[in-house]
């Protein structure tokens, strides 16, 4: 089965500190996913990457960065934490070519 | 652009009950449709899935849809729900080659005794 696991489940931060959110799957995927959940507004991507090294903003990347240094480890940054982003993270992972998303578990991260 | 509308935020529905959750997409090229199924307190698990053939495609969980291109409606259905069936449900587009995907609001299922 493939595993994809987010370092925390829960996260409480102070506005304005660097915030880091870990990744990690064991399926040898190349395209990883950072994703935000907000009630009514589904899914939405914040960045992709399809290799180590590589990644693609997706809808909403402002106020985020991302770093994929290895293959099964994709971390989310956000660079000076604010209270809009207090919300569930996502993350995902898939091979290249194949169409199944597989997510983890989710961060949720409060930033007060 | 491709998008995706769910219809209806909230569905209660009582157990043993049938259930439909309406979509609908939007999309210039070859169509894929995805749902995805999001427990409690979980993240999200592929239901089903529609990449081409037949337009009656069937799941995991007794979960079926239906793919209808003159609608552009991809609606999910069961039978008959279970309690564990509460939850919210995600209809998805796939975007790009990358596989990148393009995710409805979702849809929450309250499934009630």
């Known amino acids: 089965d493939v595993k994809v696991t987010q370092s925390s489940r829960y996260l409480v931060k102070r506005t304005g500190e660097k915030v880091f959110l870990e990744c990690v799957q064991d399926m040898d995927h190349e395209n990883m996913f950072w994703y935000r959940q907000d009630p009514g507004l589904g899914l939405r991507l914040i960045y992709f990457?399809?290799?180590?090294?590589?990644?693609e903003k997706g809808d909403i990347p402002e106020g985020y960065s991302v770093s994929r240094e290895k293959k099964e480890r994709f971390s989310l940054i956000l660079e000076s934490a604010s209270t809009n982003q207090t919300s569930m993270y996502l993350c995902?992972?898939?091979?290249?070519?194949?169409?199944?998303?597989?997510f983890g578990a989710g961060t949720r991260l409060s930033v007060l | 652009a491709q998008s995706v509308t769910q219809l209806d935020s909230q569905v209660p529905v009582f157990e043993e009950a049938p259930v439909e959750l309406r979509c609908n997409y939007s999309s210039s090229v070859s169509v894929y449709l995805f749902w995805y199924v999001q427990y409690p307190n979980q993240g999200l698990q592929l239901l089903l899935k529609y990449l081409s053939g037949s337009t009656l495609v069937k799941g995991i969980n007794g979960f079926e849809a239906e793919f209808n291109k003159s609608q552009t409606s991809f609606h999910l259905r069961k039978p008959s729900v279970h309690i564990s069936d509460t939850a919210e449900y995600f209809c998805a587009v796939k975007l790009d080659s990358w596989g990148k995907l393009q995710f409805g609001a979702g849809t929450q299922v309250v499934v009630t005794p």
């Open positions: 990457s399809y290799d180590v090294k590589m990644k």
């Open positions: 995902a992972s898939s091979l290249a070519g194949e169409n199944i998303q597989y």
